[in-house]
């Protein structure tokens, strides 16, 4: 929506997934492991994607595809 794209292409989506890979493989935030009673969470088969709750992925997502959108030629900025 920010980007004004006219559709969601493959780029797009690749850039989300690229985004979601990237912070799972960062330390989560004490806040996350809080909102779920652990001392630790690491990448790993158990740990893929950032969890819900964490707060980092509402800025990262959303650039991620803004910028993949205006790169890839969709954004009617």
């Given at each position: 929506l920010d980007a004004k794209a006219s559709e969601?292409?493959?780029?797009?989506k690749i850039a989300a997934v690229h985004a979601?890979?990237?912070l799972a493989k960062l330390d989560v935030p004490q806040d996350v492991l809080e909102a779920y009673h652990v001392d630790t969470i690491s990448?790993?088969?158990d740990y893929i994607i950032p969890k819900p709750f964490d707060k980092?992925?509402?800025d990262v997502v959303p650039k991620a595809v803004f910028?993949?959108?205006v790169s890839s030629g969709v954004s009617r900025l």
């Open positions: 969601i292409n493959v780029e797009m979601l890979k990237d990448f790993g088969k980092r992925l509402i910028d993949a959108a």
